[in-house]
């Protein structure tokens, strides 16, 4: 483990067979509680790190069923089935006597396979020839990203007129640099700031209620990839009666698909 | 209820607090198990009969723990969370000792807020110009759906070519017709078949690890479109060592889009 601020973060003290102690981290503070993508973090990491752990992440779902308050929480992570080659996780993160977020996780042991290169990665200036926005975090954990759009970028006047559309692209990695892994990939998933704030240049009121990574890439293919960049898309799909949905696909810097994300989230107004 | 074939494939008989009884259905019968898309439909019902629900479903991951033995099983579905508006759930089914499939769900009391028209519905044919193509089912389940391929339907030659995309669009609804509501769009949601057949034009062995439904509709606007057609569009984005995603959307024949799926499958090969 490295003294990335991010491996601080997700540490995670067990305390019994499929129980372990955590605690949120104020580099990753948020508006109400942490980023949901560390959070999102911390409850893959009770599995990673799980004594029974079979294979490596393929599917990881978490729901955020309340705000973290910032110190200790306790997280559970049980293998509900475990067959031949994947494994079946329930996870739960409570504070006190309150659970803060459930989850579900599948990890699998991959063989090698026909694997094309199906979803190409859109054409872009490379991450280097993208300016590296400086200082406009409006939260803690903004910093902890080095983020260069290319398109779909925070409004520079959040004058309420509507974009028509949602969709962001961005070179990101974490900042200082970290080597990828299952954990990291996570966290940048949930990156996208809110897709109705770009769409309305509006400042409404949200939160991420589910979202879902799916994994297509082993642990070597993510640590080859290192400290480079991920090229990160996201845009809503639809918006509906206080809830809007986020597709998202992130490729690595040599056009790999490493991961698709999805969420939906909570707006008011 | 009704007394569709649907209604009695999802029927649960309550045995405690959180838990409850019901059965495979032979009409939805696959080649192993029972069909993903009834068994997901089950895992949803247990909580919209749960008595403690509050609100209705914004979202749902099922994930496919082991092919289903045709007899009776155990849904537990436990409010782990509730707040004033939503409330999360975690739900499990099982088998004899054996856990069957894991989910989560979140629903929720929406409110009427800004809504949007988001991702258009493709240009296609309305669903009475399309041909109905008959007596092609493979396995039981197929014959309960109708679907009117306008692109993308199974390979008229299995001859192993790399179509070069996996793109579905397709007229569907239940067979014979039932009004919609929560339970059967879970289930028509998992109806595309496999991207990898479409892709390869190939057979190859494959079994759906996970699936998230995004619910853009009250039970209420659901029941509007009634025996409507649904069209839907379904696409992989990634093949890599043994697991396949698919995006998916459904739109109302109105054009309102009711939801969005995804994804993850195992294939061989």
Redesign the interface.
Known sequence: MSDHTLDAAIALSPTGEHTSLGRTSPAYANMIGPFGGITAAQALNAVLQHPQLLGEP??L?V?F??ALADGEFEVTARP??T?RS?Q???I?MRQGE???L???A?T?V???????P??PMPEVASAQDVPFPKGSGRVEWIKRYEMRFMEGGAPSNWDGS?LGH?RTRVWMRDNPPRALDFASLTSISDVFFPRIWL??SRLVPIGT??M?V?F???AAELAAIGTGYLLGQAE??????????Q?A?LWSEAGK?VA?A?Q?M????
């Open positions: 393929i599917a779902t729901n069923a309340a509900a089935r067959n994947t079946h996780w329930i739960e309150g659970t803060v459930t989850a579900t599948v699998a991959r063989r090698e396979t026909w694997s094309p199906d979803l509507d949602s769409r309305r209620v589910s879902t799916y297509h890439a082993s809503a799909q639809g918006f509906h009666n206080g809830y809007l949905d597709k696909q698909l698709t999805h939906i909570y707006y008011k107004e």
